[in-house]
């Protein structure tokens, strides 16, 4: 399957089977929209989530039009910033709450983008700071060094 150090294969599994085998739940299908070689981006068009566009480090074995499979730790799920001069964003995504799940001192919530759900996982001060009860919509950013992704299989 693949081999590294624990830490390594959890943040970047080697193939959605590994993923799906460590139990990561932010799995999802886009199709590559192109690369940017002047910025090192490939663009990816999550059409389940609204056509959102989101760009990641450049993967120029990857065809513009290719369907892949691509993830995200619900760590790499942020929300905005308490200061707003040092809100930058790499690929803004709006969701609905459906869920929280309280873990103590940190949170697992569901974000409804579109027709997939997306887990984010946050301190509670966060949590409770940007009021993320059910039904309220919030736009976070998907840190693009945090996305992974592969070729589709299937």
Known sequence: MQQGTPAEVLS?????????????????????????TSTGVTLLQWEAANGTTLRL???????PGQLVQWMIAPAAVRLPSLKPELHLSDNPV????????????????????????????AQNNLVRHHGLEPGREITVDLRSKGLTCWPHVG
């Open 12 to 36: 970047r599994p080697g193939s959605v089977a590994v993923a799906r085998l460590l139990g990561h739940r932010n799995l999802f299908s886009a199709r590559v929209a192109g690369h940017e």
């Open 57 to 63: 480090p450049q993967q120029p074995e990857l065809a």
């Open 94 to 121: 709006t969701g609905r709450v459906e869920a929280r799940l309280n873990l103590g001192a940190h949170c697992q919530v569901a974000l409804r983008c579109g027709s997939e759900r997306l887990w984010l996982a």
